[in-house]
Structure formats: C-alpha cells, structure tokens
C-alpha cells in the first residue's frame, strides 16, 4: 500500500513538472515565433504584400483544403508539396535568373561554373539576410528580389485559380480547379507561402546561418542544411535511448514480477447480467465498424488519387469527392471510431465494475449516442459540402473544415463533442463512483480509469485553444497537444487500465499486482511522452530548446515499447491457463497484436524518424505515414477491437457469437496493414528520404519523384495489402451483422464456457 502511494506521488510530480516545462516551452513559441510583417517592400518602394495579407493567406489556405492539400513547415498530407520548401526553390532559381539576365544576358544554367559559384554565394547571402524591422514591421527586399517573389507569387495565383496551363500540374498535385475562387484569397495565399518560406530561409535576429525553422527544409541552394544542434541533440538521444533500456532491462530482471494467480475453474464474468445502460452501448460497438468501413473505403480512394490525381480508375470521382475531402474523412474517421470504442467501453465496464446501474443511467447513454452520430454526421456533411462550394473562411472555421490534418471539423462540431465528452465523463463517474468509494484491492486500478478518463474530457479543451487569427507556429503547438497528448497519451492509459482491469476480474492477474504496475507503466510512459510532444514541433518557428527537449524525451517514449513484446508472450500463455479463456481468445490476440505494433510501429518506425537528423531529411515524407498507418490501426485500432470485442462478448448471445469469422477478421487485418506498411508506405518513404537528403525537401516533395514510375509502382504495391485488409474489415463486418441478428447456424459449436460449465 506505502509503495503504491509512492509511485502515484510520484506520478503526480511528474505529470506537474513535465506540464509546467511544456507550458513553459509554448511561451517561447510565442514570444519567439517568426514575426508576421505588416508589409513587405522592395528598395524602390514597390508594395509587394500589405498588412493583414500573411493571416488571410493563412485562413484562404486552411480553407481550401490546407494540411490536406500539402503541407507547410513538414506537416499535412504528402502528395501536393510542401508549400514552404516549394516556395523557397521556387524563388532561388527564379532570383538566379533575374541575377543571369542582369548581369550576363543568359539564363543560369547557360553560365560558366565560376559565374554560377557568383550567383550562388549571392544567392545565400540574399536570401539568408534578415530584413525585418521589428519597429515598423517591414521586411525589405531588392528590386531583384521582388521580381522574383512577383513571378512565383503568380505561379500560386494561377495554381489555385483556373489557369489552364496549370491544369496537368494540378491532377500531380490531386487538386480542383478554381481552388480559391476569390482573387483577393489567392493573392494572400501568395503572401502566407512567401512568409513561410521566408522564416524558413532568414537568419533569426543576432544570428548566423540557423533560420526561425531551425534551417529546414533541407535546401542546399541557400545552404538550409541542419544546424550543429540537431546532429548533437540525435546523437544525445540515441545514448539516452540505448541507456533507459539498459536500466529498464536490468530493472525488471532485478524485480522479477510475481507470477499469475491461479485462474478459476469457470469464467468468472459468465453470469454477469447486463444492465439497460450496458446493453445501450452495443450500437456504439455496430456504429464503430460502420466507421471502420467508411474509412477504409476513403483510404483506398485518397491512396489511388496519389496516382490519378482527380479520378477513379477512369470515373471523375474528384468532381464530387476531391483528394483533400476523402483524406480529410479517412483521418478523422480514424480518430472517431477508435475514441467510440474506447468510451462505449468505458460506459459498458462502469456499471459492470461498481454493481450500480445509477438512475436514468440507459438514457443518458442513448442521448450521448445520438448527439455522437449527430456530431459525425453534421462535421462531414459540411465540411464536405463547405469544401465542394468554397463558402469561404468563415464558414469553414466554425461549421465546416478547418483545414487541420486529424483535427478538421469546425469549431461549432467541436464545441459540441466537448459538451459530449463532459456527459460521457459525468455518465461514468456517476456508475463508478460507489467502486472508488468502495475498499478493495482494484481501487486503484478503477481510480486510474477515471482519472485517464477525466483527462481525456478535459484535455480535448485544447482543441479550442487556436482561433481564425492565431499565429501557425501556436496552431501547430496546440493542435499537437490534441493529437498527441489527447490520442496517444491518455487514451493509451485509459485502455491499458480497463485491459488490466478486465485481466484482474478474469482471475488472470493478480489486482495488486496490476494496481502497482499500471501506475508504474503511467509513470514511464508520461515521463518521455508528456515532453516527447516536442518531437513534432522541431522546425514549425520553435526556438531551438524545443530541438533538445524533444530529441531527448521522445527517445524516452520508445524505452516502454521494447518491452511490449514481453508484455505480449505473457498475454498469449494467459490464453492456454484455463480452457474458458479461449472465450475471449480475439480479444486477447488484439492486445497481443497491440504489443507487436507498438514494437514495430510505434517504436521501430517511431524512432526511425523521431531523432531531429531523422526528422530534418523525413518530415512530411512517406515514412511518416508509414509509422503512421502503423501506430495509429496496430496500437490504437487494434486496441478499440480489443475492447469492443470483450464488450460485445459480455452482452451477446452465446450461441450467435462467431470465433469462425473473427479469426479471418484478425488475422487479414493484421496482415494487410504489414503488407501495407512494409510493402509500400515504408520503400516509398526510403526512396524519397534519399531525395530529401541529395537534392533538398522540395525535390522530394515535386512530381519528378511523387509520379515517377518507381513511387506510382510502390503506390500500386499498395493494393494488395489494401485488398487483404479491406477483406478483414468485411469480415468483421459479417460478424457483427451476425450478432445484431443473435442468431445461429444449425450445428454451431457450443461456447467453451458454457460447455465447461455444464
């Protein structure tokens, strides 16, 4: 009992410091971010971009697609460029050439080696120069310089109109015409693209050769290259790495971990009787696979359009469902049916855990569950329709898309799902509260679930946090607060808590045990992972401490996950300790299957582009879709199936439950995603992460390598494990129909339990 009130002391101290330092760090996000200037001018006086033009540019980008459309400073969808390393190339060669023309009459390329080597020392001394003055909140530029900026500005001007020479650069980059109807909208789409990529190529004040982006993108024509810090602090992080595991492997072998209790004779929870409130859950459970569904099926159309840019296999499909509208669905669905699952479960387990079906307790889970499909339902439809018309910044920041990857619905949608998540958090407070009151060796446990579960009402705050007008370098901050502390962090502690909840009341684990070791795992897993927020926030106008804090902690966010295997061969020999656990044998593979992902995806491919050298070359690059695909379906999906599928277990007819098509639904899903990953999404990321590295990010990001016959072929090699895996989600798809009829086939076989206990 004293060491558990140690360890949840501890957790307190870490969580207050590791938040005060995170606080801390978004003060210096906004005392240092690139400033906004009020104008930009060339020598002679010539107005190039006014005030108020960079933050409606800002707004006119979000909302017309935004980080579904590309990405700007690494983050958002990868088949349009990156906005700010396109821009800088961009306006390099095209400064070149203004120099070439005015001084030899030739175009650059047509130069002697020694005229060229003049230019380019220019080049960089020109562009790195930083202009702005603070007190009128000016940059200058030369003559020269304005007419190069005035020609690429036109470049997006027309892109993003209807210029019809554009029109096959466009069907590259998976864009409509007429993008920004509004001709004031694009000229400051010009001026947002040109500050971007100015902050990522001018010296910081009182500085030399380190930009407001920490020199990225990778850029050799203006010697954007990374600084010495970004090399010192991924050497640093890999030391740390290889020493945390070293101390967490000398640990556990030091502190062997008390064996498994013996289980019971019979399934403990086969008698449980289902209240109202825990059997109104079960459409959640049908609503997350229709989820499921709907995102694979926009999955495969967003990954097709990578090759064919507005169509389908020959049909027009982007006339009604363009790239940044099916991409904008496939990751947000992803985020909505994992968190589905996850608070179903938490309604489902609460009533269960207490004893105590609180008054009322059915309704206000049917009420949750229709304002829920009310929240998904209204935030597509008019984010799709809002896109589809172009009804302006507006409307896209309060109703429709917001233009933010995994965060996209409007602020009105979010308004909503907060009040949704405060009821959910009140329905299972009020069914768990005589458990927390209640003596007993898994207090602490159930302790743990509601305090995992009141972070994650309280913590989505955070996306309220940005407004229309808010500074992007402060957007991204807060927005990777949502993303990463709200997905990855919390709900991950939330799950592992109701997993070694349901372990302790199977009779599989002793409830002490897990008490002390959940709080345990918290504590390691908030120490690297509150801090390793950072990791995404390296060159989006951060100062350079964010370099070394995130380097160092999100390293510490990999030591855990080394273990996971571990974790999983233990959760595998808990399946043969009595002949009923082969009752929940899917649901104990899909956390077994948790343990494999977070090994590979989360933390082999995790930390293949989380050291800031890694993320210099990669960010916005294949790779991190490929960690991507494979953190958020291997751990968190397969996590979300887990637990619906112990759910439905518990509030299902026996004889409709059907292990036959589970085990196709498992085993596809699982090797569909690794074909997937390992067959495409990974070689694809190599292969432009070699780009990156020889030639610069744009060049990475251009249709020379995203259309080139090797990157369209690995798209191709997609599809097979895209087939495999879409026969899975059909699969589970056939099994719920078969439960939600609660019917059987003449001949079923009969459940072990029921069998045993006959």
């Given at each position: 009992?004293?060491?558990?009130?140690?360890?949840?002391?501890?957790?307190?101290?870490?969580?207050?410091?590791?938040?005060?330092?995170?606080?801390?760090?978004?003060?210096?996000?906004?005392?240092?971010?690139?400033?906004?200037?009020?104008?930009?001018?060339?020598?002679?006086?010539?107005?190039?971009?006014?005030?108020?033009?960079?933050?409606r540019g800002q707004q006119a980008w979000l909302s017309a697609g935004g980080q579904q459309l590309g990405s700007v400073w690494g983050h958002g969808s990868y088949v349009a460029p990156d906005w700010s390393a396109d821009w800088l190339h961009r306006e390099a060669v095209a400064l070149r050439d203004v120099w070439a023309q005015r001084d030899f009459g030739?175009?650059?390329?047509?130069?002697?080696?020694?005229?060229?080597?003049q230019l380019t020392g220019l080049l960089k001394e020109e562009m790195r120069r930083n202009t702005y003055d603070a007190q009128t909140g000016t940059i200058t530029v030369s003559p020269e310089r304005a007419a190069a900026i005035e020609q690429v500005a036109q470049h997006y001007i027309g892109l993003f109109g209807d210029e019809s020479s554009l029109n096959?650069?466009?069907?590259?980059?998976?864009?409509?015409?007429?993008?920004?109807?509004?001709?004031?909208?694009?000229?400051?789409?010009?001026?947002?693209?040109?500050?971007?990529?100015?902050?990522?190529?001018?010296?910081?004040?009182?500085?030399?050769?380190?930009?407001?982006?920490?020199?990225?993108?990778?850029?050799?024509?203006?010697?954007?290259?990374?600084?010495?810090?970004?090399?010192?602090?991924?050497?640093?992080?890999?030391?740390?790495?290889?020493?945390?595991?070293?101390?967490?492997?000398?640990?556990?072998?030091?502190?062997?971990?008390?064996?498994?209790?013996?289980?019971?004779?019979?399934?403990?929870?086969?008698?449980?009787?289902?209240?109202?409130?825990?059997?109104?859950?079960?459409?959640?459970?049908?609503?997350?696979?229709?989820?499921?569904?709907?995102?694979?099926?926009?999955?495969?159309?967003?990954?097709?359009?990578?090759?064919?840019?507005?169509?389908?296999?020959?049909?027009?499909?982007?006339?009604?469902?363009?790239?940044?509208?099916?991409?904008?669905?496939?990751?947000?669905?992803?985020?909505?049916?994992?968190?589905?699952a996850w608070l179903a479960t938490g309604l489902y387990i609460s009533p269960a855990l207490s004893g105590h079906e609180p008054k009322f307790q059915k309704l206000g889970v049917d009420v949750l569950f229709w304002a829920l499909i009310f929240i998904v339902v209204g935030s597509t439809v008019t984010g799709w329709l809002g896109s589809l018309q172009h009804?302006?910044?507006?409307?896209?920041?309060?109703?429709?898309?917001?233009?933010?990857?995994?965060?996209?619905?409007?602020?009105?949608?979010?308004?909503?799902?907060?009040?949704?998540?405060?009821?959910?958090?009140?329905?299972?407070?009020?069914?768990?509260?005589?458990?927390?009151?209640?003596?007993?060796?898994?207090?602490?446990?159930?302790?743990?679930?509601?305090?995992?579960?009141?972070?994650?009402?309280?913590?989505?705050?955070?996306?309220?946090?940005?407004?229309?007008?808010?500074?992007?370098?402060?957007?991204?901050?807060?927005?990777?607060?949502?993303?990463?502390?709200?997905?990855?962090?919390?709900?991950?502690?939330?799950?592992?808590?109701?997993?070694?909840?349901?372990?302790?009341?199977?009779?599989?684990?002793?409830?002490?045990?897990?008490?002390?070791?959940?709080?345990?795992?918290?504590?390691?897993?908030?120490?690297?992972?509150?801090?390793?927020?950072?990791?995404?926030?390296?060159?989006?106008?951060?100062?350079?401490?964010?370099?070394?804090?995130?380097?160092?902690?999100?390293?510490?966010?990999?030591?855990?996950?080394?273990?996971?295997?571990?974790?999983?061969?233990?959760?595998?020999?808990?399946?043969?300790?009595?002949?009923?656990?082969?009752?929940?044998?899917?649901?104990?593979?899909?956390?077994?299957?948790?343990?494999?992902?977070?090994?590979?995806?989360?933390?082999?491919?995790?930390?293949?582009?989380?050291?800031?050298?890694?993320?210099?070359?990669?960010?916005?690059?294949?790779?991190?879709?490929?960690?991507?695909?494979?953190?958020?379906?291997?751990?968190?999906?397969?996590?979300?199936?887990?637990?619906?599928?112990?759910?439905?277990?518990?509030?299902?007819?026996?004889?409709?439950?059907?292990?036959?098509?589970?085990?196709?639904?498992?085993?596809?899903?699982?090797?569909?995603?690794?074909?997937?990953?390992?067959?495409?999404?990974?070689?694809?990321?190599?292969?432009?992460?070699?780009?990156?590295?020889?030639?610069?990010?744009?060049?990475?990001?251009?249709?020379?390598?995203?259309?080139?016959?090797?990157?369209?072929?690995?798209?191709?090699?997609?599809?097979?494990?895209?087939?495999?895996?879409?026969?899975?989600?059909?699969?589970?798809?056939?099994?719920?129909?078969?439960?939600?009829?609660?019917?059987?086939?003449?001949?079923?076989?009969?459940?072990?339990?029921?069998?045993?206990?006959?």
């Amino acid at each position: 009992m004293h060491a558990s009130k140690r360890l949840w002391t501890w957790l307190a101290v870490i969580c207050v410091l590791s938040f005060a330092v995170l606080g801390w760090v978004g003060t210096e996000i906004y005392v240092k971010a690139p400033p906004i200037p009020k104008q930009v001018v060339s020598t002679k006086g010539l107005l190039l971009f006014s005030e108020g033009q960079v933050d409606r540019g800002q707004q006119a980008w979000l909302s017309a697609g935004g980080q579904q459309l590309g990405s700007v400073w690494g983050h958002g969808s990868y088949v349009a460029p990156d906005w700010s390393a396109d821009w800088l190339h961009r306006e390099a060669v095209a400064l070149r050439d203004v120099w070439a023309q005015r001084d030899f009459g030739k175009s650059f390329e047509q130069l002697s080696a020694p005229q060229q080597a003049q230019l380019t020392g220019l080049l960089k001394e020109e562009m790195r120069r930083n202009t702005y003055d603070a007190q009128t909140g000016t940059i200058t530029v030369s003559p020269e310089r304005a007419a190069a900026i005035e020609q690429v500005a036109q470049h997006y001007i027309g892109l993003f109109g209807d210029e019809s020479s554009l029109n096959k650069l466009r069907e590259q980059y998976a864009m409509t015409s007429g993008s920004l109807p509004d001709a004031a909208d694009r000229q400051a789409l010009a001026a947002f693209f040109f500050w971007s990529s100015w902050s990522a190529a001018t010296d910081r004040p009182g500085e030399e050769n380190l930009s407001y982006t920490s020199n990225w993108p990778h850029e050799p024509l203006i010697g954007n290259t990374p600084t010495a810090g970004t090399g010192i602090w991924s050497v640093a992080s890999v030391i740390l790495l290889i020493a945390a595991i070293a101390a967490m492997v000398l640990f556990h072998s030091t502190h062997g971990e008390e064996s498994d209790p013996t289980p019971p004779k019979a399934d403990p929870l086969f008698d449980l009787k289902a209240t109202p409130s825990m059997k109104a859950t079960k459409k959640y459970f049908f609503v997350v696979i229709g989820l499921i569904l709907a995102q694979v099926a926009m999955g495969v159309i967003t990954a097709h359009y990578s090759v064919e840019g507005t169509s389908f296999f020959g049909l027009p499909l982007g006339d009604i469902l363009p790239f940044k509208i099916s991409r904008t669905i496939h990751t947000q669905f992803a985020v909505l049916w994992i968190a589905t699952a996850w608070l179903a479960t938490g309604l489902y387990i609460s009533p269960a855990l207490s004893g105590h079906e609180p008054k009322f307790q059915k309704l206000g889970v049917d009420v949750l569950f229709w304002a829920l499909i009310f929240i998904v339902v209204g935030s597509t439809v008019t984010g799709w329709l809002g896109s589809l018309q172009h009804a302006g910044t507006e409307f896209s920041f309060w109703i429709g898309n917001q233009g933010l990857e995994f965060t996209s619905m409007g602020r009105v949608w979010q308004i909503l799902l907060f009040v949704g998540l405060m009821i959910w958090l009140f329905l299972m407070g009020r069914a768990l509260m005589p458990a927390l009151k209640r003596p007993s060796e898994s207090r602490g446990l159930v302790a743990m679930v509601f305090l995992s579960a009141t972070c994650i009402g309280l913590f989505y705050t955070t996306s309220l946090t940005w407004g229309s007008h808010t500074h992007y370098s402060m957007i991204e901050y807060w927005r990777w607060w949502l993303v990463h502390l709200w997905v990855e962090g919390f709900f991950e502690v939330f799950a592992t808590a109701v997993i070694a909840l349901l372990f302790s009341r199977l009779g599989l684990i002793r409830a002490s045990t897990a008490n002390t070791a959940i709080v345990l795992e918290t504590i390691v897993f908030l120490f690297g992972g509150i801090l390793g927020t950072l990791h995404h926030l390296y060159f989006t106008g951060t100062p350079t401490s964010v370099i070394a804090l995130g380097a160092m902690f999100s390293a510490l966010e990999v030591v855990p996950l080394t273990m996971m295997g571990v974790e999983g061969y233990r959760n595998y020999q808990r399946l043969k300790a009595a002949p009923w656990v082969q009752t929940y044998k899917w649901a104990i593979l899909c956390f077994i299957a948790v343990g494999f992902w977070n090994t590979i995806g989360a933390g082999l491919l995790g930390f293949s582009i989380n050291p800031p050298i890694s993320l210099y070359y990669m960010q916005g690059l294949n790779l991190t879709a490929s960690h991507g695909h494979a953190a958020l379906f291997g751990v968190y999906g397969m996590l979300g199936i887990g637990l619906m599928l112990f759910c439905l277990r518990g509030m299902s007819e026996r004889a409709a439950w059907a292990d036959n098509l589970l085990k196709p639904a498992f085993w596809l899903l699982n090797i569909g995603l690794a074909m997937m990953v390992f067959m495409s999404l990974t070689p694809a990321g190599i292969y432009q992460a070699w780009a990156s590295i020889s030639r610069g990010m744009w060049y990475a990001r251009s249709p020379e390598v995203v259309h080139s016959p090797l990157m369209e072929t690995l798209v191709w090699l997609r599809v097979p494990g895209d087939i495999v895996f879409a026969a899975g989600t059909v699969f589970l798809m056939l099994f719920a129909l078969r439960l939600l009829k609660g019917t059987s086939k003449a001949g079923q076989s009969i459940p072990v339990t029921q069998a045993f206990r006959a």
